[in-house]
């Protein structure tokens, strides 16, 4: 069973729920997709993910936020929304279990995913200080996990061919429209496009939204990275998990940006192991 469900008043705040069969209570994943943080792409590519983890008896909150494109997207609207959205899974009126709550991202959404888990130590009166429903664990897939990297990388700026070849497996953009304004913006990468200035001119405000930064505040974090993904590098991955004690690197051997987020994948195995043994 599937709820599309609001968790504010803008269009693209707002979550769908996946229950499994039974009465639960259950466990809880939050799944947090990708797409370059771009009003292009939904969680089309994670649905196979969602479908796998409710048959493996979790409820699933996917969650959508405003993303480039959007008015208000970036720093700090996105993360507001993100935050605001898994707060939200203590309102939903569902048999959940909150005791049990984990959070997943792909790509982009993995560092959103991973940003989420280093909430409890922003500073007061920070976007996203506070969180108020506690995490069990996060798991980061192909994640941008470094943005100080990806900004000096100017990762993304393919983005502004719009006729470009997309990545193996990549799914078709789900909102085209929105890709002439994207591509606009991204002559300087799509981490400075989000954020809204480099690392170099703003490294405090990098320390308060890129994960390998960030303080860490008690969440376990599993980090798994194909070693031939050829959108976002694997070291990224490896240098959040070198950083934080509670950051665990996983390699992906021979995977690349989408085949990590295959069902039967070696990345996705792990990713489901170690999501049953901190929810169980």
Do not use: N
Not at 6 to 26: E, N, R, T
Not at 170 to 175: F, M, R
Not at 176 to 183: K, R, T
Request: aromatic residues 8%.
């Amino acid at each position: 069973m599937a709820s599309k469900i609001a968790y504010g008043s803008l269009p693209s705040q707002f979550g769908v729920l996946h229950l499994p069969a039974g009465s639960g209570p259950f466990p809880v994943v939050v799944m947090v997709h990708g797409g370059w943080w771009a009003a292009m792409w939904d969680d089309t590519a994670v649905q196979p993910l969602i479908s796998d983890l409710v048959g493996e008896g979790y409820a699933v909150w996917s969650v959508e936020y405003r993303r480039m494109g959007e008015a208000g997207a970036g720093w700090p609207g996105t993360f507001s929304d993100i935050a605001a959205a898994v707060d939200f899974v203590g309102s939903l009126d569902a048999p959940l279990d909150l005791s049990r709550v984990a959070v997943v991202g792909h790509s982009a959404g993995g560092h959103l995913a991973t940003w989420t888990a280093h909430r409890g130590a922003l500073p007061a009166g920070v976007v996203g200080a506070e969180p108020s429903v506690a995490l069990v664990g996060v798991v980061s897939v192909a994640g941008v996990l470094d943005l100080v990297a990806a900004d000096g990388a100017r990762l993304g700026t393919e983005l502004a061919d719009l006729s470009r070849e997309p990545p193996r497996g990549a799914p078709g953009p789900s909102g085209p429209d929105f890709w002439p304004l994207v591509a606009a913006g991204v002559g300087e990468g799509m981490t400075r496009f989000f954020v809204g200035t480099s690392a170099v001119a703003d490294p405090g405000l990098y320390a308060l939204v890129s994960p390998a930064e960030m303080g860490d505040a008690g969440v376990p974090v599993l980090a798994v990275h194909g070693s031939a993904d050829e959108v976002i590098p694997q070291e990224f991955s490896r240098t959040y998990a070198a950083r934080h004690a509670l950051g665990e690197f996983v390699d992906s051997p021979g995977g690349d940006h989408f085949s990590v987020i295959e069902p039967d994948s070696h990345a996705w195995s792990v990713a489901r192991k170690w999501l049953a043994d901190k929810l169980s």
